[in-house]
Nanobody, 124 residues
Framework: QVQVMESGGGQVRAGGSLRLSCTASGRAIRFYVGWFRQAPGKEREFVGSFRWDTGATYYADSVKGRFTISRDDSRDTVTLQMNSLEPEDTAVYYC??????????????????WGPGTQVTVSS
């Protein structure tokens, strides 16, 4: 069974950049990898998704043009490059993997394996 782990969180000033990585152990990541985030007092929300077999990506409107998801085949890793960060991006970021299904990759229930999360803090 695949397990996933996030890394790369930290603190940055507004306008700065961070790169998060989602690394698999056990079986390799296949099909969908999703990135979500949860700010204090708010529900977990979709950030973006990556389909492993086609390389297709999809982003939430709030991050489109600023965040980019890509993969590193050699390390079975999916990265989330975050540029032009804003204080509103402050949250715990989670990666998740899930199978191909009819459930939209924007939905939490599309994913069956979640990482523990990594904190991203953007100061003004």
């Amino acid at each position: 069974q695949v397990q996933v782990m996030e890394s790369g969180g930290g603190q940055v000033r507004a306008g700065g950049s961070l790169r998060l990585s989602c690394t698999a152990s056990g079986r390799a990541i296949r099909f969908y990898v999703g990135w979500f985030r949860q700010a204090p007092g708010k529900e977990r929300e979709f950030v973006g998704s990556f389909r492993w077999d086609t390389g297709a990506t999809y982003y939430a409107d709030s991050v489109k043009g600023r965040f980019t998801i890509s993969r590193d085949d050699s390390r079975d890793t999916v990265t989330l490059q975050m540029n032009s960060l804003e204080p509103e991006d402050t949250a715990v970021y989670y990666c998740a993997s899930g199978p191909l299904s009819t459930i939209s990759p924007q939905k939490l229930r599309a994913y069956n394996t979640w990482g523990p999360g990594t904190q991203v803090t953007v100061s003004s």
